[in-house]
């Protein structure tokens, strides 16, 4: 699976921070029938930075890049 962000106009990100929030707009997102640029997976599993990511993109294209991380504090960390 790639590591990198589609390659589209402009891009919005959304953090969470409670997986449960996050797998619930999955499905959700699933259910409505939206197509997933990357499906939801889990990065950097059992390390700081762990984290759970999606990409879709909305009607005009722009990419939305949806997270939840294992940690609140690493939300803001600038190294994994």
């Known amino acids: 699976m790639s590591e990198e962000a589609p390659k589209l106009r402009r891009e919005l ?3 969470e ?3 449960l929030e996050f797998h619930a707009l999955a499905g959700r997102l699933r259910t409505a029938g ?3 640029v990357i ?3 889990l990065r950097f599993a059992g ?3 762990e984290q759970w990511t999606m990409f879709l993109t909305d009607p005009a294209g722009n990419a939305l890049e949806f997270k939840a991380f294992a940690e609140d504090a690493d939300v803001f960390a600038t190294s994994v």
């Open 17 to 19: 921070t409670m997986a």
């Open 47 to 49: 390390q700081p930075g």
């Open 39 to 41: 499906e939801p997976y």
């Open 34 to 36: 939206t197509a997933f």
């Open 13 to 15: 990100r959304v953090v």
